[in-house]
């Protein structure tokens, strides 16, 4: 009963592109609605987040979609940086504690040069 | 370095014997969280404190699980009699109670059953 899906586990793109991730949920019960990256060796570091009440937030070169509706959330690069090659897991957290998180699998995003 | 610390930050034991990690959050926040994550898969909640109460844990912390949050700072995590499907990384987290999802992390602690 998997209530988060990141359904893509590797995306390519070129520096200078939009990088597109996606995650799709099930539940409704959920509040909030974060991105984490994760580096090789490091713990997820917190990048972005949403509440349920918003469809879109911006910070810099990261913009969070929320779509309600289609139970569905994205994250937008742009423009895309080698640095940005990471891990990145949708995360979503409510109900009694909104440290809970219920993470999706992950999609490993690399941006060549 | 005040971020979330981790010790060890890799264990191989032998399948049966007993494992503790710790963990060191950052000191003004008042949230522990263990957090556990096999090859593959974004991380699995396993329980969280408040100070020093534990205030819920999951169905995949069995009896062999315990975590103890003694004087509300630093934390551990004992698992006995290990078994090889034990093996994975043991992430911990920390953050204020207020908080909307935003969790601190530490590196992890690898566990490797034999």
């Known amino acids: 009963d998997q209530q988060v899906k990141q359904n893509s586990p590797s995306l390519s793109v070129q520096e200078g592109r939009i990088s597109i991730l996606n995650c799709d949920y099930t539940n409704s019960m959920f509040d909030y609605f974060l991105w984490y990256k994760k580096y090789p060796a490091e713990g997820p570091t917190f990048l972005i987040s949403?509440?349920?009440?918003?469809d879109k937030n911006e910070d810099g070169r990261f913009t969070v979609f929320l779509n309600k509706s289609a139970k569905h959330l994205s994250l937008h690069i742009v423009p895309s940086q080698p640095g940005d090659s990471a891990v990145y897991f949708c995360a979503l957290s409510g109900g009694t504690s909104y440290g809970k998180l219920t993470f999706g699998q992950g999609t490993i995003l690399t941006v060549h040069p | 370095d005040t971020g979330v610390s981790q010790d060890p930050r890799h264990k191989i034991t032998k399948r049966g014997q007993n494992v503790t990690f710790r963990c060191d959050p950052i000191?003004?926040?008042?949230?522990l969280y263990w957090y556990r994550q096999t090859l593959g898969q974004g991380p699995e909640f396993l329980t969280y404190?408040?100070?020093?109460?534990?205030?819920?844990k999951s169905r995949l912390l069995s009896d062999r699980f315990s975590a103890e949050r003694p004087k509300g700072s630093f934390s551990t995590l004992e698992i006995q009699r290990t078994e090889q499907g034990d093996s994975a990384m043991y992430l911990c987290a920390s953050s204020f109670a207020a908080n909307t999802g935003e969790l601190f992390f530490g590196e992890g602690s690898r566990l490797t059953v034999l």
């Open positions: 949403i509440s349920s009440i918003k």
């Open positions: 000191s003004e926040h008042n949230r």
């Open positions: 404190f408040q100070n020093e109460a534990q205030l819920e």
